[in-house]
């Protein structure tokens, strides 16, 4: 199993900042991908981004220049830096890992338990 340890989510004002990190563990062989998701009230979950552990990101448009994602390999973590928060980010977000287990070439994919993030005047 894969355990996912999410930290970073809270309240903050339009404009303000939060960062997201999600840290990895278990008995996973390889990672494919790691990232974040979010469901706000009433509408579906969406990828907000994701990046793999060569760096490669991808983004949702709506955050696209305004949250940067990261990877630190070596650490096993994800960081989502949420920049210029607006109301309409408000929304539960989910860490993400696609991973390879030992033994199989066969994907699989982890989530987290979710954080609030609360962006409100």
């Known amino acids: 199993q894969v355990q996912l340890q999410e930290s970073g989510g809270g309240s903050a004002r339009p404009g303000e900042s939060l960062r997201l990190s999600c840290a990895a563990s278990g008995s996973f062989w390889s990672i494919n991908n790691m990232g974040w998701y979010r469901r706000a009230p009433g509408k579906q979950r969406e990828l907000v981004a994701s990046i793999t552990p060569g760096g490669v990101p991808t983004y949702a448009p709506s955050v696209k220049g305004r949250f940067p994602i990261s990877i630190d390999n070596a650490k096993k973590t994800v960081y989502l830096e949420m920049n210029k928060l607006q109301p309409e980010d408000t929304a539960v977000y989910y860490c993400?890992?696609?991973?390879?287990?030992?033994?199989?070439?066969?994907?699989?994919?982890?989530w987290g338990q979710g954080t609030q993030v609360t962006v409100s005047s």
């Open positions: 993400n890992i696609g991973v390879m287990l030992r033994g199989t070439t066969m994907p699989r994919s982890y």
